[in-house]
């Protein structure tokens, strides 16, 4: 497992009863987590917590608020910073996590002899197109949601990144990257990190099981003929990493040869010194 240990303005405080305590900056937020299956005891610092998210039993869920310092907020990882905020759906806009792979994908731009031209799908609030872009990349970021791509927008000026070579695109992933093949368009590299669970603009359901290996041969489509990487997430607690490099290998690998691993990323939990499963990512390289 990769664990994202290069944080300062970020931790998980401790982890029980289908529940995490972390610290964003200076704010303390407790949140729901499937993979959070222990029952260890608790320290008096979940009672100072300053909002917990609670589940609905008919679904969804709300924020109690206890104390926020501001309805908003700043965090940094190294040269990157993002606006933080509760939202509807248990997240603050940013899946920390994930800052093993805008590691590795950094490094990959600069160790590139060229430019390298970046499409990232399912874009969000923008962690690896800020990466990618600090990077020295060009980079297509490209989210379903009008008000991710704002966020993401925001995050890039925040990070003194506005001037970068990135295009803001919304738009449904699988449609643009069909007319991106047709237009000629194509790119160096891909990271796609697609939910779990959803619905289309036409009420179609999404489940990432039935639709990744399509939407994989899809995206592979679109790489150039000298690819340096494409880098698939999931959070889907049932698609294995094995799975995910197979799926790799029998689409992106059957075109371009090059090598694919997989593993689990993770979380450290600063109360135990264990790290916390946060998903899953399957990465091919030239």
């Known amino acids: 497992m990769r664990a994202a240990t290069n944080w300062k303005d970020f931790e998980v405080v401790d982890t029980s009863g289908g529940e995490k305590l972390e610290r964003w900056g200076d704010v303390t ?10 029952n260890t005891p608790r320290s008096s610092a979940w ?3 300053n909002a917990r998210y609670d589940r609905s039993s008919a679904g969804g869920g709300s924020w109690r608020v206890k104390h926020l310092p501001k309805a908003e907020w700043e965090i ?5 910073r993002f606006h933080i905020r509760p939202t509807g759906f248990k997240h603050t806009g940013l899946f920390p996590e994930q800052a093993v792979n805008w590691d590795l994908m950094s490094g990959m731009i600069h160790a590139a002899d060229r430019q390298l031209n970046i499409l990232n799908l399912f874009a969000y609030t923008g962690g690896a197109t800020l990466a990618c ?7 297509c970021h490209v989210d379903a949601s009008k008000g991710m791509v704002q966020w993401a927008r925001d995050n ?10 990135v295009r803001w695109i919304v738009d449904d992933c699988k449609k643009f990257v069909e007319r991106e093949i047709r237009r000629g368009v194509r790119y160096d590299g891909v990271v796609m990190d697609p939910p779990s669970y959803g619905r289309g603009p036409g009420g179609e359901v999404w489940k990432l099981e039935d639709c990744v290996y399509d939407l994989v041969s899809l995206c592979a489509g679109v790489l150039s003929d000298e690819p340096a990487f494409f880098l698939l997430n999931s ?3 049932g698609l294995s990493p094995s799975v995910m490099a197979y799926i790799l290998s029998v689409t992106v690998g059957a075109r371009h040869r090059g090598t694919v691993t997989a593993d689990e990323i993770g979380l450290p939990v600063s109360s135990t010194g264990l790290v916390l499963p946060c998903g899953s990512t399957a990465v091919w390289t030239r």
Request: charged letters at 20%; aromatic letters at 8%; zero cysteines.
């Open 76 to 80: 940094e990882y190294g040269d990157l």
């Open 133 to 139: 872009a600090a990077a020295g990349a060009r980079v």
């Open 29 to 38: 937020l407790v949140r729901p987590d499937p993979q959070v299956i222990w």
């Open 235 to 237: 959070y889907t607690t």
């Open 47 to 49: 009672q100072r917590a």
């Open 156 to 165: 890039a000026a925040l990070s003194g990144l506005s001037d970068r070579p």
